[in-house]
Each structure stands twice: as structure tokens, then as C-alpha cells.
């Protein structure tokens, strides 16, 4: 058994199937892949990486499984699971995500691809070993009860980065007691259809994890200059596969670092500022109640076509127009199933918590527009106009 030492979970032991996938390309590439892209332009510590997570998920995996009745197989399949969950992100992670999905129709857990690349790494190791390769991929999907586990809403993949995310920020919010939400996880059913369940007298060790979502949502992951770098990466990365030869599969094996050269060299008006931090200003940051709901539900296209219009009004270039409309507010965690006095439910039904932060979520949502600092006023004005911004208050 090999030990690997881990800033958050101290020594992180791989049994064999563990230390023959680290070593595999797809594996190390993540090495280079940070686990927040943006936020580190506003956490400057904040520099880990999917490596890193990848092995607390398979240690949290690992713990849970210890407590779940299943047998060794299944075990050994959630176990390599958990390990390779995130192989299948592109470069910068999430916010290269959409793009991915537009471009290939497929999501960073859909590893179907990887399993049969040309070179068969991942796969041939698993071979190896006896796991059936398309087993492990549909775990990494969230399929079957043990899925939930790598996949779901009580998934150590959300137990490991809240706690990681909050310990190379710096900041407090994040901490949850991982120890005993892995020991309290209990599978309702069978392995393949059951649902992945807290024990009796778990409701508040669920709403812990839901605050902590909460207000990292709110302190770290959605902070408005990451929100601003993402988008002008998002559009970046759009552009450059529009004005190069690069492939989608190509693109999506990239690290960080091959992103950003490529688009320091090929898109430099937006590469250029995200390397050397000169990002756009928010000329509009307006809450639901400002927005009316066909532009809260706008698509790409919408997005692409009311960036045109604003800067044809505003009488700026097109490229220097960016607008962000993110998905409907959620808490897909409020769908965690808990059991109490012996009955299975959802938090949300157990807990009063879920109402306060589901309002608190729709409160903190926020459409933004995006322009350089010298053409923010006129922006601004264009941008009420052509979204149908209103005043609320």
C-alpha cells in the first residue's frame, strides 16, 4: 500500500488499483488542472489542484465504504471511481464546462470517452485489475445507489472540496464534519436501485453541509471577479476554437497552462487580460427581481446575440461586451435523503433550514454585463435597454 501525505486528510492510502491509475497520463494531467481556476485571482493561496481532490475523494470513498454494506467488488469499482471522477474535466475546470458540453454534448463525468481512448491507460489499468471499465464509468456518473456516493447530493466529491476549498482560501465557511457524515451514510436498498441515505438523528449534520455550500457559494465560489474572469475565459476559449484548428477533443485534454498560452497567442484582446489580471469592469450586476424571466432563462444564443446588440448600441466593439447570466438559483443538496423516526425523507421536508437558504440563494443571484473600465456608463445604459432591466425599489 502506497501512503501519500495530504494537506487535508493527513496520509492518504491507495490499495493497488489506486497506484496504477495515478501514474496513467489522464491522471497526472490533472496535476496541472486548479481545482478553482478563477477564484485564485481573488484567493491568492488558492492554488490546488484536481490531483489533490482526487485523492481526498477516493480517501473519503474509501472511509464511507467501510461503513455501507457492499461487497469487496462493488467496493473495489467505487474506489477507482472515485478516484478517476474528475478526469474527464477540460482545462480551467467548470469554466470551461459549458463549452465542452456545447461542443462535444458531453459533461466532465460522462468518462465513456476516456475509458476508450486511443491509448486505453485508465481502461487497461482497470482490465488489469478485474473491474469491468464501463461499471466504473457509470458510477462516475452517479448511477445505482453506490453512485450517489461519487455522484449525488451526500457525494464525498462535495465533502472533499468544501473542506479543501475552505483550508487553501483561508476562509472558515466551508468546514464540515466529513468524519461523521462518511460514517453515518447508509445505502436504502440495494446497490444498484437503493438510494444513499444519513442515518437516524442526521438532520443537522445534512443542513451543516448545506449552510456550508451556502456561503461558499456566496464568499468564494461566486465572487464577482471570478464570475468576470470566467466569462472572458469562456468567450475566450469560445474564439479560439472558432479561429483555430484545435479540435473539441483536443481542447479538452489541455492543462491550464496550455489554455492560456494558446490564448495569449490567438485571442490576445481577452488571453492577454486574464494573464496579467486586467479584467473587465461589471457595468450591470442586478439581482432576479431587476430581470425579466426571458432573459433569466436565456441561452447561449440569447447570451451571444444580446452581447451584439448592447455593443452595436453602446458603440463599442463586440469582443469587449460580455454578458453572464447564470443558471436559476438551486440547492440540489435539499434533495438529501435522511431518516427519521425510521422513516426516509428529504431535508427538505425535515428541515426549516432549506426555505431560509433556498431564499438566500435567490437573493444573492446576480446578471452581469462586462465591459473594459472606459466604456462601463455606456454599457450600463445599453445593457437596461436591451435586457429589460428594471428598477426594483
Known sequence: MKAIKDSVHDYVTLDPVAADLIDTPAFQRL???????????????????????????YHLANRALEHLAVDEDTAAHVRAA????DAGHGPYGHQTERLIRRKTGRDHDELGWLLTDSDREVCQVLERHDLDPERVAAIVDGEGGVGKLVSGELDVDRMDYLVRDAHHTGVPYGTVDHGRLVRELRLDGDEDGGQLVLGEGNVATAESLLVARSLMNAIVYRHHVSRVAGAMLERASERYLETTDTTPEEFRRMADHDLLVELREHVPELGGRIERRRLYKRATWVGLESVPAGTVDADHEAERAAEREIAETAGVDPVEVIVDVPSRPGLKESATKVVVDGVVQRLEDASELVSGLRAAERGRWRLGVYCP???????????????????HG
Not at 496535476?31 to 475523494?57: C, D, I, M, W, Y
Open 31 to 57: 496535476r496541472h488542472v486548479k481545482q478553482l481556476s478563477t477564484v485564485r485571482l481573488v484567493f491568492p493561496s488558492a492554488n490546488h489542484t484536481r490531483f489533490e481532490h482526487s485523492l481526498g475523494v
Open 82 to 85: 472515485a478516484m478517476i471522477h
Open 373 to 391: 473600465a472606459d466604456h462601463v456608463d455606456d454599457v450600463e445604459r445599453a445593457a437596461r435597454d436591451v435586457l429589460g432591466i428594471r428598477d
